[in-house]
């Protein structure tokens, strides 16, 4: 399995790789599992850590690549504390799929036609904040409808209408993204 979401920027990101966390066991294990990224590197624990809105929580379906060194055995011999296993994250990974990077693809479409993003983002294109995880959540074809009527060119609003479906599978193919 090819899991996505190691490195990202969220702005980019579809809706089936935000997680929404409604418990505080959600938090904890999320705090527990993440320990070495918010130890060693706090600016990444500020990017990929849960981010409120409300008694609600919302991240990337991230996953850890941080391993803490517990003691040298010799030159090239570490023992290691290990990360939690994927297996205890309060969500489930997705597997690298086109149909992510046909969403992408449409996310910068339509940048490039409205000179907008489709979400507000920061400069390193990641959400700027809860509200628009929340809104990329909860992405609809209502919402969908709704932002694509700053799209003038018909041709272009059915494009990014197919692009930007909330459901992978009803994604276009590239095949047919290139054919439109």
Known sequence: QTFIGSKFSSGVLPPEMIAKMTTRD???????YFKCDSEKDPE??????????????????????????KERIDSSTYQVD?????????????????????????????????????????????????KEMAELYDWNKTVLSERLDVVSDLIARDLLDKLLQPEPENRISAKKAIEH
């Open 26 to 32: 959600d938090f904890k294990i999320v705090e527990e």
């Open 82 to 130: 290990e990360p939690l296993s994927l297996e205890e994250l309060p969500y489930k990974l997705e597997n690298a799929a086109i149909a992510i990077d046909i969403w992408s693809y449409g996310v910068l479409l339509f940048t490039l036609l409205t000179k907008s993003p489709l979400f507000k983002v920061n400069r390193d294109d990641d959400l700027e904040n809860e």
């Open 44 to 69: 990444q624990w500020e990017k990929i850590k849960p981010r409120l809105n409300g008694e609600v929580g919302y991240m990337v379906k991230t996953y850890n690549t941080c391993v803490v060194v």
